[in-house]
């Protein structure tokens, strides 16, 4: 069992910055790669950025294109969000996942446990 808690969102203005924090309890932090995705009204969740057990890291780049960084602290069992240069259509319900899995990070599938979600909201 892993319980994540995302905490960190709420409402900015385009170009402001936000850092999202999901601290994980449970199984061995060590032993998860973890995730971020974002859902906004009426669209599927979307991937956003991952990072390994080992520290590597994975972007879609398309929509976040060097604006967010992932990091880890595994001393601290929290995994981070750092978003930078927020845009209108950054504005979502975002939700990290954890998996013992070390490929395929960018589906939705791999991850068996979610977090309850934080929501951003970026105003012009």
């Known amino acids: 069992q892993v319980q994540l808690v995302e905490s960190g969102g709420g409402l900015v203005q385009a170009g402001d910055s936000l850092r999202l924090s999901c601290a994980a309890s449970?199984?061995?932090?060590?032993?998860?790669?973890m995730g971020w995705f974002r859902q906004a009204p009426g669209k599927e969740r979307e991937f956003v950025a991952a990072?390994?057990?080992?520290?590597?890291?994975?972007y879609n780049t398309d929509a976040v294109k060097g604006r967010f960084i992932i990091s880890r602290d595994n001393a601290k069992n929290t995994v981070y969000l750092q978003m930078n240069s927020l845009k209108l259509e950054d504005t979502a319900a975002y939700y990290c996942?954890?998996?013992?899995?070390?490929?395929?990070?960018?589906?939705?599938?791999?991850?068996?446990?979610w977090g309850q979600g934080t929501q951003v909201t970026v105003s012009s």
């Open positions: 996942a954890a998996t013992l899995l070390g490929r395929r990070l960018s589906s939705r599938d791999v991850y068996d446990y």
């Open positions: 449970g199984r061995t932090f060590t032993s998860n790669a």
């Open positions: 990072i390994s057990r080992s520290g590597s890291t994975l």
